[in-house]
Nanobody, 124 residues
Framework: QVQLTESGGGLVQAGGSLTLSCVASGNIFRIHDLGWYRQAPGKQRELVAR???????HYDDSVKGRFTISRDDSQNALYLQMNNLKSEDTAVYYC??????????????????WGQGTQVTVFS
C-alpha cells in the first residue's frame, strides 16, 4: 500500500509564499516521476510542475519563474515552493507519483498514485 501525504497548504495574501510538501510511504521500491497538479473549482485538474529521476523539470507557463519543484529521494519527498502567489493559483493541489512497489520479492509497476490534496487559497 502506498500513501502520498501532502501538507503546507493554507490561506495567503496575494504576493505571498507557501511551500507544499509531499511524502510517499509504503512498500515503495523505486520512485520515477513526481509532480504537482491542481484543480480549481469548476475546472479540470492540470499539471503545475513535474520532475523526473534525472532532474528534468517541467513547469506550466502560468507558474514559471514563481514556483520551484524539488525532490529529496532519500526522504521520498517532493516539494513545491510557491512565490508571488496570485488569486488564480487558488486550487486544491495534488501530489502525483509514478513508482514501483515491492511485494515480497515481486516488483510491481510503475503505477500512478495521488495524494489526498491540500487547499491553497490566495486572497487579494
Amino acid at each position: 500500500q502506498v500513501q502520498l501525504t501532502e501538507s503546507g497548504g493554507g490561506l495567503v495574501q496575494a504576493g505571498g509564499s507557501l511551500t507544499l510538501s509531499c511524502v510517499a510511504s509504503g512498500n515503495i521500491f523505486r520512485i520515477h516521476d513526481l509532480g504537482w497538479y491542481r484543480q480549481a473549482p469548476g475546472k479540470q485538474r492540470e499539471l503545475v510542475a513535474r520532475v523526473d529521476t534525472g532532474g528534468w523539470l517541467h513547469y506550466d507557463d502560468s507558474v514559471k519563474g514563481r514556483f520551484t519543484i524539488s525532490r529529496d529521494d532519500s526522504q521520498n519527498a517532493l516539494y513545491l515552493q510557491m512565490n508571488n502567489l496570485k488569486s488564480e493559483d487558488t486550487a486544491v493541489y495534488y501530489c502525483n507519483a509514478y513508482l514501483e512497489t515491492q511485494v515480497g520479492v515481486a516488483i510491481q509497476g510503475p503505477n500512478t498514485y495521488w495524494g489526498q490534496g491540500t487547499q491553497v487559497t490566495v486572497f487579494s
